[in-house]
């Protein structure tokens, strides 16, 4: 087993305005860590998406390829059986089909969207959340607009909301903080996210991202139970602090790296990584960690959205 270790690269900076927050940040951390005994050095839980090969996993301390690539297939992720463990699976944009594998036993839960196929020019895309607030992320498709929604508990029920539209990019996450995903999208053709709070039914914007150059990323890494609307852009993460309403900037990275979302500790709090030429860092809020897993060209896969703010129809 390879030794998790240190890095003193990439190195990382603090605007004065975010050291409050990761002051904050670091105390938490290391009383959650205190109480419950736990090491962030254990094992991680990593998935990438390789071009030919399909998805690729670390997983207790063992790497495995667990579902091959097809065309037309996207690779998913979140916490479908609620173990604290990412769980990795495909979208077939073709066939509406979800097939994901369960951390907590190896299975397989395989899922049929009862959407039309193939009429409408838009292609679906996955967007994995939990909208019912029962810490299993559900099965979520966003096609122009419309939002479908399927519990893994409850396979044969499938919910329907709009909001949004045509070219929008789903970044569904709990925004306000009541357990819940909020409906979410970027509009690429006004730089602006569109959050519908879960809770009160209000509907905010907000202007962060530069389309086409910025990496969306929405993710409580606060630890205050409310996602962060974050982009990533090359090397600095821009973020709207969930309690301040205000942005701030946190260089960790590289120009070349992509930026992913991981639990290192399973703490239920996102931890940011950046992912170059098969090397992860990732900073749990107190310290970097750097893990060697991958190849150059495997795409990361997130506990949360990290999606490109180019248009994708
Ligand atoms: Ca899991
Ligand atoms: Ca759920
Ligand atoms: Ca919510
Ligand atoms: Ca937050």
Redesign the pocket.
């Known amino acids: 087993m390879e030794r998790w270790k240190v890095n003193s690269q990439p190195s990382i900076g603090l605007a004065s305005a975010a050291k409050r927050s990761a002051a904050a940040l670091v105390t938490a951390l290391s009383l959650f860590a205190a109480a419950n005994g736990q090491d962030t050095a254990e094992t991680p839980n990593l998935s990438v998406f390789r071009k030919n090969v399909g998805i690729v996993s670390l997983a207790e301390a063992k790497t495995s390829v667990h579902l091959f690539e097809r065309d037309g297939v996207e690779a998913v992720a979140g916490d479908f059986d609620a173990d604290g463990r990412m769980d990795t699976g495909t979208f077939d944009t073709a066939t509406r089909l979800w097939t994901v594998r369960m951390s907590s036993d190896s299975s397989t839960l395989a899922v049929n969207f009862p959407m039309s196929k193939g009429k409408s020019p838009v292609r679906p895309e996955a967007a994995p959340a939990d909208m019912d607030g029962d810490g299993q992320t559900d099965l979520v498709v966003f096609c122009a607009g419309a939002w479908y929604v399927i519990s893994p508990s409850r396979p044969g029920a499938v919910e329907t909301s709009i909001f949004g539209k045509a070219g929008d990019i789903p970044v569904p996450a709990?925004?306000?903080?009541?357990?819940?995903?909020?409906l979410a999208v970027f509009r690429p053709s006004e730089n602006r996210w569109y959050v519908r709070?879960?809770?009160t039914g209000e509907v905010s914007m907000t202007d962060l991202t530069i389309t086409g150059t910025d990496v969306l990323v929405a993710a409580d890494f606060t630890g205050d139970g409310k996602a962060d609307i974050t982009v990533y852009r090359r090397g600095e993460w821009h973020t709207i602090d969930s309690e301040k309403g205000v942005a701030e900037t946190f260089k960790f990275g590289f120009e070349d790296a992509s930026p992913a979302v991981v639990d290192l500790n399973r703490d239920g709090r996102m931890d940011m990584a950046v992912v170059r030429k098969g090397t992860w860092y990732i900073y749990d809020g107190s310290s970097l960690v750097s893990h060697k897993f991958g190849d150059d060209d495997d795409i990361p896969l997130s506990m949360a959205p990290v999606k490109n703010s180019g248009k994708i129809n």
């Open positions: 709990d925004y306000d903080g009541d357990k819940k995903a909020d709070n879960s809770e």
